[in-house]
């Protein structure tokens, strides 16, 4: 059974920093691309990163970022604990929102969208205060 957790939400204050970490269980860890996305509440769930896996042979760059999270976020995977992490710096209160992992069943995260993912975790709540 794939499983996918994320913990590490909670409130922050504008600036700030949060760190998620997702565990994943039931899948080859490093061998499929990974991400994450949020939705806040009313709006449509985006993505914010993706990464590919480790061997993925693709002409595409190995991390995505959303423009308005790029040089804030980063992604990053550590295969000794079959975590994806999220590092959020310089926190923003537009960046509110349920923040989910995702897995692909493939090795390259193109494009980062919700519809190339397949697997999810439950979320986990980030608020900013202003």
């Known amino acids: 059974e794939v499983q996918l957790v994320e913990s590490g939400g909670g409130l922050v204050q504008a600036g700030g920093s949060l760190g998620l970490s997702c565990g994943i269980s039931?899948?080859?860890?490093?061998?499929?691309?990974i991400a994450w996305f949020r939705q806040a509440p009313g709006k449509q769930r985006e993505a914010v990163a993706c990464?590919?896996?480790?061997?993925?042979?693709?002409?595409?760059?190995?991390?995505y970022y959303e423009d308005s999270v790029k040089g804030r976020f980063t992604i990053s995977s550590d295969s000794a604990k079959n975590t994806v992490n999220l590092q959020m710096n310089s926190l923003k209160p537009e960046d509110t929102a349920d923040y989910f992992c995702?897995?692909?069943?493939?090795?390259?995260?193109?494009?980062?969208?919700?519809?190339?993912?397949?697997?999810w975790g439950q979320g986990t709540q980030v608020t900013v205060s202003s």
């Open positions: 995702a897995v692909s069943r493939f090795t390259s995260w193109y494009p980062c969208s919700p519809q190339s993912m397949h697997y």
């Open positions: 039931g899948l080859p860890f490093g061998e499929r691309a």
């Open positions: 990464m590919n896996s480790r061997d993925a042979n693709t002409r595409y760059p190995d991390t």
